[in-house]
């Protein structure tokens, strides 16, 4: 099963498993509130929970939980806000499939984002593995809206980057304002190995991040040339020595018709 789908159903069933208890919570709440420093130490405690549960996960996915930032970062995490208008599964699907004409697909995937239903999340994906003749590859793509004015975060800098192996990449450059991107975008390249210290048989990870700067609708391409993703060992080996599409192929696309609807709908 892809990365993306993996990250997905182990937080369902961590939030699933979660059963309050309502007389230990009024409990709780009633002494904290005869003592500030209990609330504050209440308040430690409870975080720490919360961070131990994503990490009992074992699963970061960049670009779909954008809050979240390396140990020891500098800057702080791009601030999301809601879309502008809902998209379904199907329709991120259905873009994503039309970036690849006359391709084969399989292990489809694809997740709603609803700004009317808080609980449905603030992100919008889908994810396939391809089969364009040139060896199978997972590609995934997820579709946010940033907080103007846009900061240094996800998909808007590359300071934060750790450089763990002598072939990953990371660059950031402008796009120019025009017709299709009224405003301009930025645009965030990176190239990473799936295992470190990368080896021979090691699959790599291609991500393409483009940003509007006069809305905040972000798109990010994330291609493997393996089926699926993940870290080191559990990474399948290479099935290619390149991505689908390039860096030029992969910007022309998200700016261009097919996904024009989607970035209307986020920002």
Request: glycine share 12%.
């Amino acid at each position: 099963m892809p990365f993306e789908a993996d990250l997905a159903h182990a937080l369902d069933r961590t939030t699933d498993s979660l059963e309050p208890d309502l007389t230990a919570l009024l409990g709780g709440a009633v002494k904290r509130g005869r003592s500030r420093r209990r609330r504050r130490a209440a308040g430690v405690v409870a975080g720490v929970g919360a961070c131990a549960v994503i990490a009992a996960a074992g699963l970061m996915l960049p670009g779909v939980l954008a809050g979240i930032r390396p140990a020891g970062s500098e800057l702080e995490p791009a601030a999301q806000a809601a879309p502008r208008s809902a998209i379904t599964d199907t329709q991120m699907i259905q873009a994503l499939e039309m970036t690849f004409p006359g391709g084969r697909f399989s292990e489809v995937t694809g997740q709603s984002n609803n700004p009317s239903d808080p609980s449905g999340g603030a992100v919008a994906n889908a994810g396939l593995v391809l089969d364009d003749g040139q060896g199978a590859a997972y590609v995934g793509i997820s579709a946010v809206r940033l907080k103007l004015p846009l900061r240094d975060g996800d998909g808007l800098s590359c300071k934060w980057k750790p450089k763990r192996d002598a072939a990953d990449t990371c660059t950031l450059r402008e796009l120019p304002s025009s017709a299709e991107i009224p405003g301009g975008a930025l645009v965030m390249s990176e190239q990473n190995a799936a295992e470190h210290p990368a080896r021979a048989d090691t699959a790599r990870r291609w991500t393409i991040t483009v940003t509007l700067k006069s809305t905040g609708a972000q798109l990010q391409m994330v291609q493997w040339n393996s089926t699926g993703g993940g870290t080191g060992a559990d990474t399948p080996k290479p099935t290619r020595a390149a991505p689908p599409l390039s860096e030029q192929q992969a910007v022309a696309v998200l700016t261009g018709a097919t996904w024009a609807p989607i970035l209307a709908a986020v920002g």
